[in-house]
């Protein structure tokens, strides 16, 4: 959140948040050493970090969406009870 805001690892430690800092600082180390045409967006960077915390279901729904393929049909009321049947009998 701090490089989309534009706030600095300085600005973090002085408002006693020296942990963001320490995390804030490592980002921008990590972005010097992987250069790419986008290497020093740092929204682009938040983003990902972003992403990087959510399960992998939901990473792929936020990449689908962004690509603005729709996602993929929720399941009529008789394949959920198939899909429930299925799995008591399973379990």
Same mark, same amino acid.
């Given at each position: 959140? =701090?490089?989309?805001?534009?706030?600095?690892?300085?600005?973090?430690?002085?408002?006693? #948040?020296?942990? *963001?800092?320490?995390? &804030?600082?490592?980002?921008? @180390? /990590?972005?010097?050493?992987?250069?790419?045409?986008? =290497?020093? +967006?740092? /929204?682009? +960077? $938040?983003? =990902?970090?972003? &992403?990087?915390? &959510? %399960? %992998?279901?939901? /990473? +792929?729904?936020?990449?689908? !969406?962004? @690509?603005?393929?729709? %996602? *993929?049909?929720? %399941?009529? *009321?008789?394949?959920? +009870?198939?899909? #429930?049947? #299925?799995? #008591? !009998? $399973?379990?």
């Amino acid at each position: 959140m =701090a490089q989309v805001a534009g706030v600095t690892a300085d600005q973090l430690r002085e408002a006693g #948040r020296a942990d *963001a800092a320490e995390e &804030l600082a490592e980002l921008e @180390r /990590q972005a010097v050493a992987q250069p790419t045409g986008f =290497a020093s +967006d740092p /929204q682009i +960077d $938040a983003i =990902a970090t972003l &992403l990087a915390t &959510l %399960p %992998p279901e939901a /990473q +792929d729904e936020v990449l689908r !969406r962004v @690509r603005g393929s729709t %996602p *993929a049909p929720a %399941p009529s *009321a008789q394949e959920a +009870d198939n899909a #429930r049947s #299925r799995h #008591r !009998r $399973a379990g």
